[in-house]
């Protein structure tokens, strides 16, 4: 960071094995962890150790011939794809191509000061890389005990930085070439963060404004309180990250080829709605409402909501318990129902 001080490192485990590994467990502890060196056997590594050629021409033997979305930006960027200075748009270009142009554009483009950036972000890896996680199965069919299905997905490009954002998964994540910086923050610091325009944003989430590269205390004061509760990990190919939902991170791919597959996931059946929709429409119906109105909401709030699940519903009868019970498809499916029918009204 730009004129500060060397942040905590995140804790580290060495000796694990992968298939030996408690995703649950690590992130019922509510904190990141990194899992050294846990996939350096695996073949897409070993690529990369030979260098960015081998690592390209180890990626195309898998490419499904699909267009992926990439983002290209200017020199200018320095790799941080962002707002542009007026906040009326991206300081990036998006579009569809090839993997083939995409890699070639990172080859031919080199190293130097006057570089374009390129990043293929969030890409599914079973549709676009057919084979690749079978044959770098960074976590095996099994690893993680969750109610819905994990989601994999792999990140390319060159030196690139995505701005400090959270995701509403537990999320793995495992650079195969290249080193990679995460700058994490608890979720508790999204004050002290200051959260960017819910839309348009650079790649789908909140972003933080403060470049922390280059921090403008003036306008950011509460950033030197983030600050005190950051962490960093800095990662290896074939080092493993670990971190809980709604953890703010900043992704700093710090080589001039990178590629980094992780796996998202929340132990909740997919019937499960997500909750961005519920505080958009929170902000709809309680953020302007007087202050004594929005303290009674928190009180209801705490007890059907946050309090445990079981406690509204168990002073009555199975039978009357309706949305009060144990949720299942079944009552989301009529939950939605009664939210789309007051939402229409």
């Not at 298939?19 to 690590?26: C, E, M, Q």
């Not at 994999?152 to 030196?159: T, V």
């Not at 168990?314 to 009060?324: I, K, N, Q, S, Y």
Request: hydrophobic share 40%; glycine share 10%; charged share 20%.
């Amino acid at each position: 960071m730009k004129g500060g001080l060397p942040l905590p490192a995140v804790r580290t485990i060495e000796g694990l094995r992968r298939g030996d590994i408690d995703f649950g467990a690590l992130v019922a502890a509510g904190e990141p962890v990194v899992l050294k060196g846990v996939a350096t056997d695996l073949p897409l590594v070993e690529a990369g150790r030979q260098g960015a050629d081998a690592a390209m021409d180890y990626l195309l033997r898998f490419d499904a011939k699909r267009p992926v979305i990439g983002f290209v930006g200017a020199p200018a960027i320095h790799g941080r794809f962002f707002y542009d200075a007026e906040l009326k748009g991206m300081n990036y270009a998006g579009g569809r191509a090839p993997l083939a142009e995409y890699l070639d554009r990172i080859q031919r483009g080199g190293d130097g000061d006057d570089a374009e950036s390129v990043y293929l972000g969030s890409t599914d890896l079973d549709t676009y890389f057919p084979g690749l996680r079978a044959e770098n199965p960074v976590v095996a069919d099994g690893d993680i005990a969750a109610a819905s299905t994990p989601l994999a997905s792999i990140w390319i490009g060159n030196r690139t930085t995505a701005a400090a954002h959270w995701d509403m998964s537990n999320n793995i994540a495992c650079p195969m070439v290249g080193r990679r910086r995460f700058t994490l923050f608890p979720p508790d610091q999204v004050a002290n963060l200051y959260p960017g325009p819910l839309e348009p944003t650079p790649g789908g989430q909140v972003v933080s404004m403060v470049d922390f590269q280059d921090p403008d205390y003036a306008r950011h004061p509460g950033f030197r309180e983030a600050l005190g509760t950051a962490r960093v990990a800095e990662l290896e190919p074939g080092d493993m990250l670990v971190y809980p939902a709604l953890w703010w991170h900043q992704v700093e791919a710090l080589d001039a080829f990178n590629v980094m597959i992780n796996y998202w996931w929340n132990d909740v059946p997919a019937f499960v709605d997500t909750p961005m929709t519920t505080l958009l429409h929170a902000m709809l119906s309680l953020r302007d409402r007087p202050e004594g109105e929005k303290q009674a909401w928190r009180a209801l709030f705490d007890y059907y909501v946050f309090g445990p699940a079981d406690r509204p519903a168990e002073h009555l009868p199975p039978h009357a318990r309706g949305a009060l019970g144990e949720l299942d498809a079944g009552t989301a499916r009529r939950l939605r129902a009664q939210i789309l029918q007051r939402l229409n009204r």
